[in-house]
Each structure stands twice: as structure tokens, then as C-alpha cells.
């Protein structure tokens, strides 16, 4: 499975963007797909996740960040509004697939930067 990730950029705060990712290859059985990020100098930490009809939002992003999928483009979206400087990170596409009875392996994008102003 590849992931390609793309939306990134620059932008003042309480701006909007909107990343994209598709997956592609071997792509049955992906189940969770979202996002995380990675600030500099920090680890790499959840943002939102979706399965099924399931959600799961970082206490930070709620309310302004709303992840979104396309299962026909085997894609997933974030939009991302009221951008805040701390939303600054570069962020990674993140997939996982089952392979087997409860065996599932992770896939990750190649991450977009996204910088936020004051």
C-alpha cells in the first residue's frame, strides 16, 4: 500500500486547508486511515482517525478539524479550520490493513508540511 498525501502550505492563523490522501496498490482490507503530525522536536501524535462510521479526534483539533473519507477514491481527507500557529507540524497520511485474524500492518504517507502564521 502507498499512501500520497498532499494539501500542505502556508497560511495565516484562523485560516483553512484542506489535506488530501489516497492510497493505492494492494489496498483491501485497509480499515483505520487518518492523519497524524509532528511538530519539531516533538513525537508524532495523533490528529484524527476514522473507521466505519467511527471518528476519533485529538482534543486539540476538535471542533475545527473534521476528517472525512472517500472509500470509492480510497481516500481521506482533513479539513482543517481555524488554524492556530500551534497547529504548525508537518502531517503524516497513516493507514492500516488487515492481513490476517487480528493482525493488521501500519502504512504512513510521506508527510506534508503545513505552517501556520500569527
Known amino acids: 500500500v502507498q499512501l500520497q498525501a498532499s494539501g500542505g502550505g502556508l497560511v495565516r492563523a484562523g485560516g483553512s486547508l484542506r489535506l488530501s490522501c489516497t492510497a493505492s496498490?494492494?489496498?483491501?482490507?485497509?480499515?483505520?486511515m487518518g492523519w497524524y503530525r509532528q511538530a519539531p522536536g516533538t513525537q508524532r501524535v495523533l490528529v484524527a482517525n476514522?473507521?466505519?462510521?467511527?471518528?476519533k479526534y485529538s482534543d486539540s483539533v476538535k471542533g475545527r478539524f473534521t476528517i472525512s473519507r472517500d472509500n470509492g477514491k480510497n481516500a481521506v481527507y482533513l479539513q482543517m479550520d481555524d488554524l492556530k500557529p500551534e497547529d504548525t507540524a508537518v502531517y503524516y497520511c497513516?493507514?492500516?490493513?488487515?492481513?490476517?485474524?487480528?493482525?493488521?500492518?501500519?502504512?504512513w504517507g510521506q508527510g506534508t508540511l503545513v505552517t501556520v502564521s500569527s
Open positions: 476514522s473507521w466505519g462510521e467511527s471518528t
Open positions: 497513516y493507514a492500516d490493513q488487515r492481513v490476517g485474524p487480528d493482525t493488521y500492518v501500519d502504512y
Open positions: 496498490g494492494r489496498i483491501s482490507g485497509i480499515h483505520v
